[in-house]
Every structure is written in C-alpha cells, then in structure tokens.
C-alpha cells in the first residue's frame, strides 16, 4: 500500500479566502478606528495646547473642549502672533481676531477643526482611501496607535493619523506628499481629560478694552447658479456655493467647495472688470496648489490641498450652463 | 596677439595675411599618410585592447557624457505665473471656508499681509 500525499485544489482556496478575510476584517477593525478617533474629538471633554506646523509657519493653539447635553463647546486660543480666539458651539463658530485698534468678530459655520479633523460619516474616505496600521507611538505623553490614510490614487494626499489607544482622541495629524514627506502637521503637545462640564471659560478674554466689530465680508449667501463642474475629479463632490465679498475685490466672489470628505478645494469664480488683470497660471505653496484662469469673462481660481493636478483637472471643467 | 586685440592694443601689418598666404603655397602638398612600417604597427597592444574592450570603452564613455548632460540639465519648474500676492485672497477665503482646514491657525499671516 502507498500513501498518497494530495494537497487539494479544496485547501487552497480555503487558505486564501482565510487570508482575504483576515485582511478585510483587519480593515474593517482600522475604520472602527477611525470612527472611535471622529466620534471621541466631539464627544470627550479635553484640554490641550496643540502645535500646527505647515513648512515655516508653526502656531501654538490652546484648547478647551466640553461636551454637554449633546453639544459641543470649544474655545482655541491662538498663542503665536496677532491675539485670535475661535469659539464653536455645535456647527457654529464665532472667531475674534485682534486688529490694530479693535477686535473684529467673524462667524463660520459647518468647519471640522482639530482635533475633530475626520467627518462623522466615514463612507466617503472609505471609497478614496484605504487604511494600513503603522504601529504604536507615544504622542503628548499618551499612547497612540499609528494609522496610514492611503489613497487610491494621486488626487489626494495621504495622510498619517496618531489615536489615542485608550479613549480614541486624534493626537496627532500629518499630511504626507507623494513622496512620503511631511507637508502639513498638526497635534498635541500636552492633553489631558477633563471632569468638568462647567462653561466659565467659554468667554473672549481677547483685549477686552478694544471694541468688538462684525466684519462684513463674512456675510454670505449661499447661492445655486449656471455654473456646473461635471466631470469632478474621482471621489469629489460639491459641498457649499456661497457669494462673499473678498477684500480688494468690488463684484461680489462665488465659490464653490468640493471634499472627498478630507481633502477640499475651492473654484473661486469672479466677473472680470474693466481694468482688471486677468491672473493665468499655477502656484504651489507647501500642500496648497494654485490654479487660475479665465473662461467666459470670468476669472476662475481653484484652490485646495491637494495635489496640482487636482486643482488643475477641475479648474479645465469648468462650464457655464446656458 | 588675441590679448592684444582685446585691449585694442593690436597694431596688424597690412602685409601679413599675403606674407602667411605665401608661406602656405610653399609648404608640400601631402595626399596620403606616410606609410607605416610593419614593426611599428600597433599589434603590441592588441593582448590588452581587443574589439570588445574598445566596445565597453566607447559605451562607458558615452554613458558618461550623457550622465554630464543629465546632470547639468536646469530643473525644469511648473510655470508659475501667479504673482505671490495675487492669489492671497483667494487662499485665505478657502481656509475660511473649507469644511476641514489645518491651515485656519495660520491666517494671521494672511491678515497681516493683507493690511
């Protein structure tokens, strides 16, 4: 009798769908990650002093955050350069920003500031990035794990992401070039919990013998109009078109912001006037890529971080409905 | 003679292009190499240099030039047409206005550039 040594065809694909599986569910346990990191900058109670470093400049921001009865309170105090203090209150944010002789108050809404940097809903990322764990690191005294935000092609950056192991906190964020280097960087310093839920501070204490003024060219209007972009750049989609008064400027600015739910770029488009110079060209600031140019009588200028493709691809998209 | 030219300190005699001219007619005419003797032919160095040798050497070198020329090559750079501050405005706007912006701590550079 001999013996018959058979490696089935049955085994191996048994094997491989075992080690697809695996790496699905390794990647499925990294977006469950990723959600604990985008909910826990909402919902924990922190504070903190972060660094945001983009090439030269660095600032150093204080923060504050409190969650309570289903709303957020967030004061950053910037503390390089002119005095500025950013308030939010749930999607709401109230900036007061020190110039000359008095402090101006401009208003915003709807931004995703650090270290509530990742959206809620994380589909969107999930169809333009994939994610690979790096490891465990130490970021502002806390253990953080290490994840890679890859993306599925060069129409975005990548972008590295430090979560606090024990309550999911984005420590840290940096956005990576195609080369793997540092563009932009943001994160903590020191962070600690917080076991209050008491609202003293949520007060400007920015020059208070200064009078307080609204600026006027943060008053917007969001607008629908002919203009339409219809071959976006893959996974891009259009997420605001406001009209805003740009200093310098005398016809009133539409712009119209797009996301990848990360990433987001701005078409600027403004009526060319008698007498203005049409500005034709791209430019490249660290992460921010530049692209201008005229259609129609009008000047377009894309701006975004992400790469100058990008900015490109949708500034030549450009139609204007008839 | 050049040195002199160039310091417009050159004084050329009116005779001397026909004075070289004739020096030229007077030198022989020579239509073919001198012949070489069959002792002096190069085959001593044959064991050291053959076909191929010379083959790798022609290819190194060119190599070589056309890793001259690569490296001399001046970056070629994106065209940047945008003036520095023309594009300012706009820049700022989209960090105001983004949905997810890092760059909002830095405005104050904008803002005091801008004044």
Same mark, same amino acid.
């Given at each position: 009798?001999?013996?018959?040594? #058979? ?6 694909? #048994? ?12 990647? !499925? ?37 409190? $969650?309570? &009865? &289903? ?8 503390? /390089? ?9 749930? %999607? %709401? ?5 020190? =110039? ?28 333009? $990035? ?6 465990? !690191?130490?970021?502002? &005294? ?25 309550? &999911? ?28 839920? %008491? ?13 307080? #003024?609204?600026?006027?060219?943060? /008053? ?39 996301? +990848? ?62 | ?39 002096? =032919? ?37 065209? +940047?047409?945008?003036? %520095? ?29 801008? !004044?």
């Amino acid at each position: 009798m001999s013996l018959k040594f #058979v490696f089935p065809g049955h085994f191996l694909r #048994v094997l491989l769908l075992a080690i697809i599986s695996q790496s699905a569910v390794a990647e !499925e346990d990294l977006w469950a990650t990723m959600q604990k990191t985008a909910s826990a900058a909402r919902e924990l109670n922190y504070q903190g002093l972060f660094v945001y470093q983009n090439g030269a400049v660095i600032r150093s921001v204080q923060i504050t955050h409190i $969650y309570e &009865g &289903g709303r957020e309170f967030t004061r950053n105090v910037v503390l /390089d350069g002119r005095p500025r203090e950013v308030f939010s209150e749930g %999607d %709401d944010i109230v900036i007061f920003n020190a =110039k000359n002789d008095k402090v101006v108050i401009e208003k915003r809404r709807g931004q995703n500031l650090f270290p509530a940097m990742l959206p809620t809903q994380l589909y969107p990322l999930k169809q333009n $990035y994939k994610l690979k764990f790096v490891g465990q !690191e130490r970021v502002a &005294g806390r253990l953080a794990q290490v994840l890679d935000m890859i993306p599925n092609d060069n129409l975005r950056y990548q972008y590295r992401i430090w979560s606090d192991t024990e309550y &999911g906190l984005l420590l840290k964020m940096s956005m990576l070039d195609m080369q793997g280097r540092t563009l932009e960087q943001i994160g903590f310093n020191q962070v600690a919990m917080l076991h209050t839920k %008491d609202l003293d501070w949520f007060q400007p204490k920015i020059d208070a013998t200064k009078p307080y #003024v609204m600026d006027d060219t943060t /008053d917007l209007t969001h607008t629908e109009d002919n203009l339409v972009v219809p071959n976006l750049p893959a996974g891009y989609k259009k997420v605001d078109q406001i009209q805003l008064k740009v200093p310098g400027r005398t016809a009133p600015v539409r712009q119209l912001i797009f996301s +990848d739910g990360l990433a987001s770029v701005s078409l600027f488009v403004e009526p060319m006037i008698k007498g203005m110079q049409p500005r034709v060209g791209k430019k490249s600031m660290g992460s921010t890529n530049v692209y201008a140019h005229v259609l129609n009588g009008y000047q377009l200028v894309v701006v975004g971080e992400v790469p100058a493709q990008t900015v490109e691809q949708i500034a030549q998209q450009v139609t204007f409905k008839k | 003679m050049i040195r002199d030219v160039l310091r417009e300190e050159c004084w050329v005699q009116s005779d001397m292009t026909s004075r070289i001219m004739a020096q030229l007619a007077d030198e022989p005419t020579m239509v073919a190499p001198q012949a070489v003797a069959a002792s002096q =032919k190069i085959s001593h160095i044959r064991p050291h240099f053959n076909k191929y040798t010379w083959s790798i050497a022609a290819s190194v070198a060119a190599a070589f030039f056309v890793g001259l020329f690569l490296i001399n090559q001046p970056e070629v750079a994106a065209p +940047d047409l945008i003036a %520095d501050n023309d594009t300012d405005q706009y820049v700022l706007a989209h960090h105001n206005y983004a949905p997810t912006s890092a760059t909002y701590y830095m405005q104050n550079v904008a803002y005091n550039a801008g !004044e």
